[in-house]
């Protein structure tokens, strides 16, 4: 992928950069400290992707700011945070102590982020639900990408769904839309930037395992300093 434009660029590093800062200070624990550090470095990098090769989010990240960065990371972290459950589930049967430990988890990520806000918690949530149920019964994962990129959209400031009014998972995104609770679908319904957008994701997961497994990341535009140890 080619390099972020240099306002993006600065912008994603600054929220890495203080986020990671944040992680040194909560985390004591190294084993959790470098899972929380990779999570962060997954999720900010394929953030920093989805405004570079999504059109509608593009559009929307316009020439960027430092909020708009840190909502994205914190989305992204958490569909990260998603990803590794989802990859340990695969491995082991999900009990309730899986799920609560997953919510644990987003807690931790969202305290990280100096957010506490109840908000991030049920759409880590949904989140789950949506990702889980696509994983199974629609493995393009589109309706997830559709609602991915709503869900990004949101944390720039454009509203495009009426979540309260959602019922999880959805099943259908033309029934979604014909319940009344879809209220801009301009950017959730490209094809091109879905499959984007799982590009961004399938970048910022090999990012997440080679922060973890200790190796030098490379090509990663959105954090040139991703080691902390």
Known sequence: MEELQQTGDRYFKAVHEVINDSIA??????????????????????ASKV???????????G??????????????TLLMLIQSYRWLSE???????????????AVNVLAIFGDGDDHYVELFSRMKIQFDYDSQHHTS??????????WAAEAMGQKCVDWENTRFPVKS????????AVLDS?????????????????????????HYEGKDVE????????GSD
């Open 186 to 210: 301009s950017r959730m319904r490209s094809p091109a930037d879905i499959k984007a957008l799982w590009a961004c994701h399938g970048a910022g997961c090999k990012v997440l395992i080679d």
């Open 219 to 226: 090509g990663n535009s959105s954090a040139s300093n991703q």
């Open 63 to 76: 020439e960027g700011s430092a909020s708009k960065s840190l909502e994205l990371t914190k989305l992204f």
């Open 51 to 61: 405004v570079t090769y999504c059109e509608g989010m593009k559009e929307l990240y």
């Open 25 to 46: 200070r909560m985390v004591k624990d190294e084993g959790e400290r470098r899972f929380y550090e990779s999570l962060l470095a997954g999720g900010n990098h394929a």
């Open 173 to 180: 995104m033309s029934a979604l839309t014909h319940s009344g």
């Open 141 to 150: 994962m589109v309706h997830m990408g559709g609602l991915m990129l709503g």
């Open 91 to 105: 491995n082991q049967a999900q009990t309730d102590q899986s799920e609560e430990a997953s919510q644990a988890a």
